[in-house]
């Protein structure tokens, strides 16, 4: 079944810097990809989402990048702020027989003011 | 619009007892999810449905956990008996249609098994 590996699993920068976090995922079938920001004592909420079909999609400072020959997809955060501070996880839907969403480990990012 | 409502947000049990947890989901959403997030791991899906029908539940201990989905809205959980791994937060999403769809999380049922 799809596999989906996450890297770092804590993050901290500056505010103001850029943060990257990237997962690879192991079906080459999957065609979904998630990402999803989870603040303490609080379910997880979707940020930004790309398709297969699709090779970088932006909403104002976040971005994601899908490398379908690699099985790789990357979040970026441009001018972090404290605020942006949570956990983030990755997440990809293997397309073949279910349509569900297996997630990653999980990145806490920190960002100091 | 209102989100995902789950309860009870908070329960402790001794190892062995039982436990169920409620979750209503947005307001004509067909698909519900139940996820299991085991502190510092992503949320692994336990069970979906779509309306009242079951659509996978490969990774649902069926010897003590169990699920429905009354009448395609509100859905309950239940542990019997409860093993100190079962101790995670309990999370329920629902979708339009399906996980390619937005999923919407409630805040989570946070279990505690002693």
């Known amino acids: 079944g799809e596999n989906v590996e996450q890297h770092p699993s804590t993050l901290s920068v500056q505010e103001g810097d850029s943060a990257v976090i990237k997962c690879t995922y192991s079906?080459?079938?999957?065609?979904?990809f998630p990402w999803y920001k989870q603040e303490l004592g609080k379910g997880p909420q979707l940020i930004i989402d790309i398709r297969s079909n699709v090779g970088e999609k932006k909403d104002q400072r976040i971005a994601v990048t899908l490398n379908k020959t690699a099985k790789h997809f990357s979040l970026h955060i441009t001018e972090t702020q404290p605020e942006d501070s949570a956990v983030y996880f990755c997440?990809?839907?293997?397309?073949?027989?279910?349509?569900?969403?297996?997630f990653g480990t999980g990145t806490r990012l920190q960002v100091f003011p | 619009e209102a989100g995902v409502a789950q309860s009870p947000r908070y329960k402790i049990i001794e190892k062995r007892q039982s436990v169920a947890f409620w979750c209503n989901p947005i307001?004509?959403?067909?698909?519900l999810y139940w996820y299991q997030q085991i502190l510092g791991q992503g949320p692994k899906l336990l069970i979906q449905?779509?309306?009242?029908?079951?659509?996978?539940d490969s990774q649902l201990p069926k010897d003590r956990f169990s699920a429905e989905r009354l009448k395609g809205v509100d859905s309950t959980l239940k542990i019997q008996p409860a093993k100190l791994e079962d101790s995670a937060v309990y999370l329920c999403?629902?979708?339009?249609?399906?996980?390619?769809?937005?999923?919407?999380f409630g805040p989570g049922t946070r279990l505690l098994v002693l």
């Open positions: 449905f779509q309306n009242n029908g079951v659509v996978d």
């Open positions: 307001s004509g959403h067909a698909t």
């Open positions: 997440a990809a839907s293997p397309g073949s027989n279910t349509d569900k969403l297996i």
């Open positions: 079906d080459s079938a999957s065609n979904y």
């Open positions: 999403a629902s979708s339009l249609q399906g996980a390619q769809e937005t999923q919407y």
